[in-house]
């Protein structure tokens, strides 16, 4: 199999997983706890299986290796809870930073006009820009405060935003994951 057959098979298999967890999100109020819980368990032992398959991949072959290590990157933080928005880890996982840029906009827009609460647009917008930051786009001082500021508080208050700040994934540290790289500032 060709290394493009290949790549655009893990592509399909990953668009499926994001899809699984974005329906899973807006079928929540017509499902139990537990059933929510449980699909939702099934659907990330599913994208561990996935990157564990990506990690076998990527270990040989240096050429698909750069592709597919955005793949994993994306992948480790739909895992680990770092990445929460369905259509955001899709965009990230594809390498399409404008769609991305046009994302962020749509979100700010959101909140301007209410649609968006504050809590759920700021984490939205963190999403995004780590991802742009991943990608290798250029942030702004205006961007990157903003990262410094939402991540210190996603880290004061990991108990009230239901996840564990070191849940970690094969070597997957969140906390570096969100750090803004000094050498950029």
């Not at 965009?91 to 209410?114: S, V, Y």
């Not at 968006?116 to 990157?144: F, I, M, P, W, Y």
């Amino acid at each position: 199999m060709s290394n493009e057959m290949l790549r655009e098979n893990l592509e399909a298999q990953l668009e499926r997983l994001v899809q699984q967890l974005s329906d899973l999100e807006e079928c929540r109020s017509d499902m139990t706890d537990d059933e929510y819980n449980e699909s939702k368990e099934d659907t990330v032992e599913q994208l561990k299986e996935f990157n564990d398959r990506l990690s076998k991949i990527t270990a040989g072959d240096m050429t698909i290796h750069d592709n597919l290590s955005i793949m994993r990157l994306a992948t480790s933080a739909a895992i680990t809870k770092a990445f929460q928005t369905p259509s955001i880890i899709k965009m990230f996982a594809k390498n399409e930073p404008n769609a991305l840029k046009d994302k962020r906009n749509q979100i700010e827009m959101n909140m301007k006009l209410g649609k968006l609460s504050l809590e759920v647009g700021n984490r939205q917008k963190l999403e995004v820009l780590t991802a742009l930051r991943h990608l290798g786009c250029e942030l702004t001082d205006s961007d990157k405060i903003f990262i410094r500021e939402e991540t210190s508080k996603l880290q004061s208050n990991v108990s009230s935003n239901g996840f564990n700040i070191s849940d970690s994934l094969n070597g997957f540290d969140y906390n570096m994951f969100l750090k803004l790289d000094d050498t950029t500032t």
